[in-house]
């Protein structure tokens, strides 16, 4: 191994994973494993499922090579497919509770979820990695409410009719703060490439 | 569609946060509108920073090992090792089974699969449009299988259904697949498609789910230049496996050029 190669771009890995390069596969695991193993052990109970979820993630990559530079970079290939794919394993783990909840004739009450926002607060900024610093600087920019509807659109899963249903409000109260809230990251996604 | 109902619509569907008749609308509406794809991508963008908002957590340090040598099961990787010695597995008998089904039929239908698979597309623009998230776009779909370089297979059952057709670009390694009469694999389990080389162990061509109609038209990739002598479709758990874990239940030979 080189004893000062430079970093590669994540662009150079993902020529390199399509060509069947080893090492390039490894260096894009490396550079995102723990982002995506911690957002998908946000979104499942099970750690073997987070785990699950970041494996088909990398497997994805590696095995159909869809992945699209034009539209998007690795990264936001990557944690979509495991958000998506954790989001499979969370509702399937709460079919088969519902179903197991069902044969044991539990209280129903007892399925009914807290209403905090599954969004980490501002004041937990403590956990957050150093990039996720600045992602939280803009989640503290928008209202609780605001962050409760991303994160139950994010975490869990639920369409907006779903989270409208699940606090209470006018389905375009929910639209409107989808949406605010994912313009202010946008807006945090397009500064970032500007000045990486 | 306005301003505002237009950013609504693109930031909540990259959330997976429409529901379902919204979202065939939106994704209908998506595959006529370059700009609204371009919306949604940044959206994607922004997505992607979310997961930077979580707190952190260290993935275990045995999934690096798993992911390594599950990917290498998938494919070689670089230096390609040496071919596995041949064995008689699974895709020898179901070449054998293809022709036993009636090379006749097999035959014509290949001959009309072309023209069937193009006239299915135009009677099934909706369908194309849901599944445009696949498809970069109606026009590419089209030179990846009108192409010179195309080989193409329909799969057959012992039955008369279900049926597939796949059709392979040699050269650019695009591959199409248009599947029929095939319900949704259940909760927890994916359909995934099988190259097999003469010789040689089956190449995943990546993992598919139907729609409730029982169709599915998509495209997929296979390593440039692989030629294959029989397509075969396994059903097999969530997240495809790294060779076929179930006996295949449907298989076609490969035309060659």
């Known amino acids: 191994m080189p004893v000062a190669s430079a970093e590669r771009s994540d662009a150079a890995l993902v020529a390199a994973v399509r060509a069947g390069d080893e090492r390039a596969f490894g260096e894009l695991y490396d550079r995102y494993v723990d982002r995506l193993f911690s957002l998908a052990a946000a979104i499942v109970d099970d750690p073997a499922d987070a785990e699950g979820a970041v494996a088909d993630a990398f497997l994805r990559l590696w095995r159909d090579r869809d992945h699209d530079a034009d539209r998007g970079s690795v990264g936001a290939y990557l944690v979509m497919i495991t958000r998506s794919r954790a989001l499979d394993r969370r509702r399937a783990d709460r079919r088969r509770r519902r179903r197991e909840e069902k044969g044991a004739e539990a209280d129903p009450a007892g399925l009914t979820v807290p209403l905090a926002s599954p969004m980490p607060a501002p004041d937990r900024a403590a956990e957050m990695s150093e990039a996720g610093e600045r992602v939280h600087e803009v989640l503290a920019q928008v209202t609780e409410k605001q962050r409760a509807v991303i994160g139950l659109a994010y975490l869990e899963g639920l369409t907006h009719s779903e989270i409208a249903d699940r606090l209470s409000e006018p389905l375009g109260t929910v639209k409107t703060r989808l949406r605010d809230g994912m313009n202010k990251l946008r807006e945090l996604a397009a500064a970032r490439r500007a000045s990486p | 569609m306005n301003g505002p109902n237009r950013a609504d619509l693109a930031a909540a569907y990259v959330l997976d946060a429409l529901d379902a008749d919204e979202r065939r609308a939106f994704e209908a509406r998506m595959a006529r509108d370059p700009s609204l794809r371009a919306e949604v991508d940044s959206y994607r963008e922004a997505m992607g920073l979310l997961a930077e908002a979580v707190p952190r957590r260290s993935a275990p340090s045995a999934l690096r090992d798993r992911v ?30 293809v022709a036993a089904v009636s090379l006749g039929l097999a035959n014509r239908q290949l001959l009309q699969s072309r023209a069937s698979l193009e006239a299915a597309l135009e009677r099934s623009d909706e369908q194309v449009a849901a599944q445009s998230a696949e498809i970069a776009s109606r026009d590419s779909l089209l030179a990846a299988f009108l192409g010179p370089d195309v080989r193409s297979t329909t799969l057959v059952s012992t039955e008369e259904l279900p049926a597939a057709r796949i059709f392979h670009n040699v050269a650019s390694g695009s591959v199409v ?18 190259g097999i080389p003469d010789g040689g162990d089956p190449v995943s061509l990546g993992t598919f789910q139907t729609t409730a109609a029982g169709t599915a038209l998509l495209r997929t990739s296979a390593p440039e230049g692989s030629t294959f002598a029989v397509g075969a479709i396994t059903e097999e758990p969530e997240g495809g496996s790294a060779q076929p874990t179930s006996t295949p239940f449907l298989v076609g030979e490969w035309a060659q050029q």
């Open chain 2, 177 to 194: 697949i248009a599947a029929f009469d095939l319900p949704p694999a259940p909760v927890g389990r994916i359909y995934q498609l099988w």
């Open chain 2, 68 to 97: 390594m040598s599950e990917a290498r099961a998938v494919r070689p990787m670089a230096p390609a090792p040496a071919p596995p010695p041949s064995r008689l597995p699974w895709y020898l008998a179901a070449a054998a089974v």
